[in-house]
């Protein structure tokens, strides 16, 4: 296996920022919707919050811990940090650029109007002076900052107003500057419609102000006998990651409580400014959070553009947005408990979401639930909706005498406060409710229906590549399988057993049907891949396409060198991180990476093995990533139906292999450029499997070639 040195492997974090610059890019596409491109826009925004609260709070943490630690690409946490830095703010800065000189000039001529201080006309500040008195003044905390009032713990990613107050020192009667802090409210819309002015328009177009900026233009009037030099908006983002000892832990869910309390007061990792704040303002703010000049994010705009995406989900112009999608109905009786279990019984059936409803999942639980054949119904929960039909089911199941038994994660990032609110309600309900083994977080997507039928009991099982979450489900694209299989139905059954018991994973039978993590999912990886090399060195059919969200482990990306180097083609489609570099003469000239950014997260994984002509295609919820492999309870599942293989390698596969609209290759340097469609007609891989689904069709892709897989690689 090739040494992995660090020329050869693309740092992570830096890897994440490039995939983030392909959101934004789809902000930057005139051919997308308008209201699209502000999506896109808020996404961004939405994605480097958690960036910098997870990965840069985890660098600055292991800088002062151990700052010659060093990543397989040879950088070390300072390192890390600085062109992290440099990389934000170049992305932050076009950020704002786009919405400036392009989004919001798009809107106005939309009618659809955002405004800022400048732009009010004497009518709008009157207005705007009288909603400020009546409607948010009563509810605002103005802040002193001296030494009898120090600075106040703010929350995380909550928006402040910094205000410049000249006082006159009492001894030598010259002005001095101080601080004042206003919070803006959480509980307020965060935008605010004023009223049309009279007579200016012939139809009505909404006028929209930022709260913040509204209150920039009036909350000087909160101190008074000070004069006010002016207010900025500002916003603090802190370090989120959770630090639970599990095995000192004597309850795990009041642990954790405790330590969400403890995170919205996490050591501050990032401000973000209007541009032009003072410098009295901006160095105050830095001193007190502790943080250095590198962590400062001057915005020229409004401070956190996510708060636009409530924005464009509300406004009504289905001429500005994509096309509703109709996903594909299963149709079955709805007062016969037999129908969908005959139906699984008849074969294996596979759901491609959100092209093919997710409402087959819920059903299945559901009738399940009703069903008075079904003793037993297990699950396990990584991150579900705020009000799940899943989970009132098997209340429901509870409270009709069933054996209902959840797996809940309770660390599934920033749903621990929802998971918890879950885990006790369906303990109140009498289900056995348990959150998995001590060190590892369950990720595994997993239901299991035990039902008596006739004198025999029979497993019915869904295994899924996404979460048990009727929201997401219409956002990502993923793949869940039905099928009660003996091999398949025991193997559940067995990850259910390690989960919930005191068995070890050392002691945990041999999986007949599943790769499981962390009991050999990667070694069952390695091992493939090897397979792979060896056929090509036989000269036999060796290919491996590879589906996935994130590419990391380093003892994989050398695998695949290594393959690579037998003339094994390797097609890998990584929608975010990638850390391996494709195209390097006498490596990696046989890998082409790319990656698809479109209305729909990708977010399947499918991975596919030639096998010499014997083709394997397995999917679930495992990435190539060392926490998927090591630190968490994983399950890959194989597509053993050959139909249903087909169609998994030509929706999914070969489509993303035939995207030349909104696919983008990865070049050897780790920067990206957009396919070229050359002489070929264009193929938007969504857009075609949105039409397959409304068609009740199939698009019947194959895949490509292995022959024109250097020739892509600039």
């Known amino acids: 296996m090739p040494e992995l040195t660090p020329d050869l492997y693309i740092n992570r974090e830096l890897s994440w920022l490039e995939f983030n610059q392909r959101v934004l890019d789809e902000a930057k596409d005139p051919s997308q919707p308008l209201l699209e491109r502000v999506k896109f826009l808020a996404i961004v925004s939405s994605n480097l919050d958690e960036f910098f ?53 798009a809107l106005r001529a939309e009618g659809l109007h955002f405004l800022t201080l400048k732009d009010l006309s004497a009518a709008d500040k009157a207005w705007a002076e009288r909603f400020f008195d009546e409607q948010v003044a009563p509810v605002l905390t103005p802040m002193a900052i001296d030494p009898a009032h120090p600075f106040p713990q703010l929350p995380n990613k909550s928006i402040n107003l910094a205000l410049v107050l000249m ?13 004042g802090l206003v919070p803006v409210p959480q509980a307020m819309p965060r935008f605010i419609s004023l009223p049309e002015e009279a007579g200016k ?47 000192e832990a004597e309850n795990i869910l009041d642990s954790l409580e405790a330590e969400l309390k403890r995170r919205k007061k996490g050591a501050a990792v990032r401000l973000e400014a209007h541009t032009g704040m003072p410098l009295f303002a901006l160095g105050s703010l830095m001193l007190a959070l502790g943080l250095e000049r590198e962590d400062v994010y001057e915005v020229d705009g409004p401070v956190n553009l996510h708060r636009l995406m409530a924005l464009t989900q509300e406004i009504d112009r289905p ?72 989970v009132r089911a098997l209340i429901q199941a509870a409270e009709k005498g069933k054996q209902v038994t959840v797996l809940m994660e309770l660390k599934a990032r920033f749903d621990e406060e929802n998971n918890i609110h879950w885990a006790r309600e369906m303990e109140e309900a009498g289900i056995h409710v348990v959150y998995g083994l001590v060190g590892y977080k369950t990720h595994c997507k997993l239901a299991l229906v035990v039902r008596r039928e006739g004198g025999a009991l029979r497993r019915y099982a869904h295994l899924g590549t996404g979460n048990y979450n009727q929201t997401t489900a219409r956002i990502y694209t993923d793949l869940g399988l039905f099928t009660c299989r003996e091999s398949i139905g025991r193997d559940v059954a067995s990850v259910f057993n390690l989960l919930t018991g005191f068995t070890g994973p050392d002691a945990v039978p041999q999986m007949e049907s599943l790769l499981v993590a962390p009991l050999g999912l990667k070694e069952g990886i390695l091992g493939r891949l090897a397979r792979e ?9 060796a290919r491996v396409v590879a589906k996935m969200n994130a590419l990391v482990d380093p003892e994989v ?79 890959l599942f194989p597509i053993l139906d050959e139909g249903h293989r087909r169609r998994v390698v030509s929706d999914i596969l070969a489509a993303g292999l035939g995207d030349n609209v909104k696919a983008r290759l990865m070049q050897p340097d780790g920067s990206w450029t957009r396919c070229q469609q050359g002489t070929e007609p264009p193929l938007r891989s969504q857009a075609l499997l949105m039409a397959a689904a409304a068609s009740r069709s199939q698009p019947g892709l194959e895949l490509p070639p292995v022959t024109p897989l250097r020739s892509e690689v600039a």
């Open 319 to 390: 001429d500005l947005k994509d096309l509703p999608l109709q996903p594909r109905l299963l149709e079955l009786p709805t007062n016969d408990h037999d129908a969908l279990f005959d139906l699984i019984r008849e074969g294996d059936l596979l759901l491609h979401h959100p092209y093919e409803s997710f409402g087959t999942v819920t059903d299945f639980i559901t009738r399940a639930a009703e069903d008075p054949k079904v003793l037993a119904i297990k699950q396990t929960f990584y991150r579900t909706s705020g009000d799940s039909p899943i």
């Open 167 to 179: 006082q006159k020192d009492p001894l030598s009667g010259e002005s001095v500057e101080r601080l």
């Open 53 to 105: 609260e997870i990965r840069v709070g985890g660098l600055k943490q292991q800088d002062e811990a151990d700052g010659d630690f060093r990543n397989p690409d040879g950088l070390t946490p300072r390192q890390q940090l600085t062109r992290i830095s440099q990389r934000a703010h170049q992305m932050v800065d076009e950020q704002y650029r786009l919405w400036q000189g392009q989004l919001c000039p």
């Open 533 to 541: 090399e060896q056929n090509a060195r036989e000269g036999k059919p």
């Open 557 to 635: 990306i050398a695998g695949l060198y290594q393959a690579s180097q037998a003339g094994v083609a390797i097609d890998l489609i990584v929608r975010g991180i990638c850390c391996l570099k494709p195209g390097l003469p006498g490596l990696s000239e046989n890998i082409r990476v790319r990656s698809i950014v479109d209305r729909f997260l990708e977010h399947s994984r499918v991975y596919y093995f030639e096998n010499a002509g014997q083709p394997e295609v397995w999917a679930g919820s495992a990435d190539w990533m060392p926490r998927n492999f090591q630190r968490r309870v994983e399950v």
């Open 201 to 247: 328009r012939a139809r009505k177009e909404p006028r929209y102000i930022f709260l913040a900026d509204l209150m920039r233009f009036c909350v000087g009037r909160l101190f008074p006998g000070r004069e006010c030099a002016g207010a900025w908006g500002f916003r603090i983002t802190r370090n989120s990651n959770l630090y639970l000892d599990e095995d």
